[in-house]
Nanobody, 124 residues
Framework: QVQLVESGGGLVQAGGSLRLSCAASGRTFSSYAMGWFRQAPGKEREFAAHISRSGLSTYYVNSVKGRFTISRDNAKNTMYLQMNSLKPEDTAVYYC?????????????????WGQGTQVTVSS
């Protein structure tokens, strides 16, 4: 079992920045590839970013590429999502997830563990 807890969400104006954190406990954090997803009201959960177990490889959905940066610190069992140049359409609940499969995964069903989510609201 892996327990994931997100933090760092909040209300920010368009153009601003936020840094989300995902703290992991339980099994070895570095054994899991990690991802960030987001879900806006009335919409399906969508993939945002993925990071490999080592942290050396990352992958982003086009809508956040160049604005968001995913990273991890395996010594601290923590993953991050630095979000810059935020837009109102980035408003959503953001979830972190862990996958035992090391391949890049953009589908929620391919992840094994999920956090409870943190709300990000971007005002115009």
């Amino acid at each position: 079992q892996v327990q994931l807890v997100e933090s760092g969400g909040g209300l920010v104006q368009a153009g601003g920045s936020l840094r989300l954190s995902c703290a992991a406990s339980g099994r070895t954090f570095s054994s899991y590839a990690m991802g960030w997803f987001r879900q806006a009201p009335g919409k399906e959960r969508e993939f945002a970013a993925h990071i490999s177990r080592s942290g050396l490889s990352t992958y982003y959905v086009n809508s956040v590429k160049g604005r968001f940066t995913i990273s991890r610190d395996n010594a601290k069992n923590t993953m991050y999502l630095q979000m810059n140049s935020l837009k109102p359409e980035d408003t959503a609940v953001y979830y972190c997830a862990a996958a035992g499969n090391p391949r890049v995964a953009t589908t929620p069903g391919l992840y094994d563990y999920w956090g409870q989510g943190t709300q990000v609201t971007v005002s115009s």
